[in-house]
Nanobody, 116 residues
């Protein structure tokens, strides 16, 4: 069974930090590009950052310099270190895997709230 299980969300004040994790199982993790996608209340899903199978990174301009995406193929886990969080970062964060032949998998999400 394919699973992507996110953790690490919560509530934090502006300027604070959180580290999200996504643990994968049931598929060839190292052969998949991994992304974090967020959905703010009332808005569509937006890609925050992607790390491909070679470790190349693509980050949305809104998070560059604040968020760091990394992957550990041995642990089958992808991480999103989020620093200097802003209220606009409030969203549900989803882990997303895209692999060969267009295979794709989604996690159920973890909520991040940035507020005083």
């Amino acid at each position: 069974e394919v699973q992507l299980v996110e953790s690490g969300g919560g509530m934090v004040q502006p300027g604070g930090s959180l580290r999200l994790s996504c643990a994968a199982s049931g598929f060839d993790f190292s052969g998949y590009d991994m992304s974090w996608v967020r959905q703010a209340p009332g808005k569509e899903r937006d890609v925050v950052a992607t790390i491909d199978i070679s470790g190349n990174l693509v980050e949305d301009a809104s998070v560059k310099g604040r968020f760091t995406l990394s992957r550990d193929n041995t642990r089958r886990t992808v991480f999103l270190q989020m620093n200097n969080l802003k209220p606009d970062d409030t969203a549900v964060y989803f882990c997303y895997a895209l692999g060969p032949y267009g295979r794709q998998y989604w996690g159920k999400g973890t909520a991040v709230t940035v507020s005083h």
